[in-house]
Nanobody, 117 residues
Framework: QVQLVESGGGLVQPGGSLRLSCAGS????????MDWFRQTPGKEREFVAA????????SYADSVKGRFTISRDNAKNTVYLQMKSLKPEHTAVYCC??????????WGQGTPVTVSS
């Protein structure tokens, strides 16, 4: 079965950086568009970034442009989210998902990120 497993979250001070990873299995990872989302309690899940199958095409939420970078390594079946200059408002659970024609059939469990001093 398809599994997406995120890692790399944790506690970081404001201004710090983190790199999240999402490892996929049970699918032909190199064929898939991959997205990152985040969610905080009481708020709707928010799109963060997306990357196409090859890595040549990316898109970002306006709120993270210039601060977050999505990338992938298809040889490792992994997509990354590099986050820099983090602020407390970036605190959330970050999840990766497979997107197919506007539908998200597979999601990871998420990795929590806490930005606090």
């Amino acid at each position: 079965q398809v599994q997406l497993v995120e890692s790399g979250g944790g506690l970081v001070q404001p201004g710090g950086s983190l790199r999240l990873s999402c490892a996929g299995s049970g699918l032909t990872f190199s064929n898939e568009r991959m997205d990152w989302f985040r969610q905080t309690p009481g708020k709707e899940r928010e799109f963060v970034a997306a990357i196409n199958w090859s890595g040549a095409g990316t898109s970002y939420a306006d709120s993270v442009k210039g601060r977050f970078t999505i990338s992938r390594d298809n040889a490792k079946n992994t997509v990354y989210l590099q986050m820099k200059s983090l602020k407390p408002e970036h605190t959330a659970v970050y999840c990766c998902a497979v997107q197919r024609r506007g539908v998200y059939p597979y999601w990871g469990q998420g990795t929590p990120v806490t930005v606090s001093s």
